[in-house]
């Protein structure tokens, strides 16, 4: 049975744990309760501020002020060269070659990207396959892009539907449905997390089933970066696309990462949409009217970097890498393995049912909850009478994220225990 007194909860705080690094981060007040700060459950959705951002940004706004144009080669990190920064601790994260990630935009615009290259449509094979419950903007890509390329959205776009009074998709599902329509299906472009069940697809199992039937396969990992460990190349994933301002805590509307497996990347056949930092660096200036495609990911990036977007990136990845996956997903299958059992012991009593599956596979930091109230008051009273923050997805779903680098089990017993005395009136301990 699970010790559900607040006193269990701080004494699994009392064990060192190096995967936390909450004094590394600044956390919000609390809008209401006992407690002086916010327990903050909802880095699935944004994530908090590193310490050492601040500084960071500012030391890249006074390489600006000090340096003018000069800064791109002088800088104390010249910007010309600023985005390799990124590149080893992203490819760490997602489990890639270097030269297989690149720093850019934002994610629905490298979706666009990337299927402008790797869906190609033909007249029998135009499909693009994706979750039915996909994250809007994934479905709002998806659908203009086949649009774009002459393609009727309403038979070209095919949805994976859980099963009648299911929640998740199952494997064995999805990989049946590609079989059917194998002749149909140009890609597949799924979330590696569902942004609203919390699910974690079987990546490689999916992705071989894709290439089985002549498709290619990429994934969005916005809910699945710095949340779940990743081996994209050893998965063989076509391309993949993330946001950096979720798990990645870089900021709201931080600079996105995208991924293109080293096998595509010497393809001289492979469409793309090109710019000026496409081109390899050495002939960037000569402005030859032809470019020379760089062999690594940056040959889809476009345009020079935006530094000052870049700077909190580049902080918070460095930090992730000093954590590094192993240590924070052990971290954080034992903090949503105690949030879980602790909504478990008033799932009864608050008629709340947990969504995400339970398998340690299936799932990352976030437990989706359906609730048997509307969620989003539900949302604001925990909020304002428990200083507990999550999110909800309208009518009955809540999201918490215990964030491994900053949550603690206190914040998970505070969610619980808040939870409790909104759906049953007393407290869990
Ligand atoms: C957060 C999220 C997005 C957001 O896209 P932006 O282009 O960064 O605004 C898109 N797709 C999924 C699945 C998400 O979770």
């Known amino acids: 049975m699970t010790d559900t007194r607040e006193d269990a909860a701080l004494a699994l705080d009392a064990e060192p744990d190096a995967a936390l690094r909450r004094d590394d981060f600044l956390l919000p007040p609390a809008s209401g309760g006992d407690f002086p700060l916010a327990a903050y459950l909802a880095g699935n959705s944004l994530g908090l501020q590193p310490r050492a951002t601040r500084d960071e940004v500012l030391a890249d706004l006074a390489a600006w002020e000090h340096y003018g144009v000069q800064g791109h080669l002088r800088a104390h990190r010249p910007w010309l060269e600023y985005h390799e920064h990124l590149r080893e601790p992203a490819a760490r994260l997602v489990g890639a070659l270097p030269r297989e990630v690149v720093a850019m935009n934002s994610l629905t615009v490298n979706l666009h990207l990337l299927l402008a290259s790797f869906y190609r449509p033909t007249a029998i094979r135009h499909r693009i396959v994706i979750e039915d419950r996909a994250f809007s903007s994934d479905s709002y890509a998806v659908r203009s ?18 099963r009648p009074g299911e929640d998740v998709l199952r494997t064995e599902d999805v990989v049946a449905t590609l079989h059917d329509h194998a002749h149909s299906i ?148 034992r903090l949503t393995g105690y949030l879980r059992s602790l909504l478990e012991t ?80 007393k407290g869990i301990g």
């Open 346 to 425: 008033i799932a009864d009593s608050a008629r709340l049912t947990i969504v995400t599956p339970g398998e340690d596979e299936r799932h990352g930091a976030q437990l989706s909850v359906r609730v048997p109230v509307d969620a989003d008051e539900l949302i604001t009273t925990l909020d304002e009478n428990w200083g507990v923050v999550a999110d909800d997805r309208r009518p009955d779903i809540i999201r918490l994220a215990p964030a491994p680098l900053y949550c603690t089990f206190h914040d998970c017993w505070r969610a619980a225990d808040a939870m409790s005395h909104e759906l049953t009136g």
């Open 145 to 162: 892009h086949v649009a774009f390329r002459g393609y009727d959205p309403d038979t070209a776009v095919l949805r994976l539907k859980p």
């Open 186 to 333: 140009a890609t597949v472009m799924i979330g590696g997390v569902n942004y609203l069940s919390g699910e974690v697809m079987d990546m490689p199992t999916i992705t071989r089933a894709g290439h089985e039937i002549g498709a290619t396969v990429g994934w969005d990992l916005a809910h699945a970066a710095g949340n779940i460990p990743l081996h994209l190349h050893e998965w063989d994933v076509d391309f993949a696309a993330w946001c950096s301002y979720k798990y990645l805590n870089s900021g709201p509307g931080a600079v996105a990462g995208a991924f293109v497996h080293e096998r595509h990347l010497e393809d001289a056949q492979l469409p793309r949409l090109e710019g000026w930092w496409s081109t390899e660096p050495v002939g960037r200036f000569e402005m030859h009217p032809e470019s020379d495609p760089q062999a690594s990911a940056d040959a889809w990036s476009m345009s020079n970097p935006p530094i000052l977007a870049m700077s909190p990136v580049r902080t918070s990845l460095r930090l992730l890498d000093e954590v590094g996956m192993p240590a924070l997903r052990a971290r954080s299958l």
